[in-house]
């Protein structure tokens, strides 16, 4: 599998989608998803969104991910999850910043 945009693309073609049908299945317009392809626009959905997206492309995260990002994203491990979790005070999680809102 092509890793890039060309992988989505790829994909949607493997699959007989349209860009329409892929459109109306995460709620973004025809030419949201064209601006994807064209690399003018990453895509900006609620996780819910991004879980369709996938369903419909029948791909993981990681891969729908590494067709929009040249470089992979690095998750923390479990090792470093834990602690964090340490470094809260009495159990209170540390302050963090709002989610930015999706578009």
């Known amino acids: ?10 994909r949607r073609k493997q699959l007989n989608l349209t860009q329409k049908q892929v459109s109306d299945a995460v709620g973004v317009t025809t030419r ?20 369709i997206l996938c369903n419909t492309l029948q791909c993981s995260l990681e891969e729908l991910v590494s067709w929009f990002y040249a470089k992979p994203v690095d998750l923390p491990s479990e090792s470093e999850d834990a602690g964090n979790k340490a470094k809260t005070k009495r159990g209170v999680p540390a302050k963090h910043s709002p989610p930015p809102s999706a578009v």
């Open 1 to 10: 599998m092509k890793q890039g945009i060309a992988g989505f693309v790829e």
């Open 32 to 51: 949201t998803v064209q601006s994807w392809e064209l690399r003018e626009n990453l895509p900006r959905l609620t996780l819910d969104k991004v879980l």
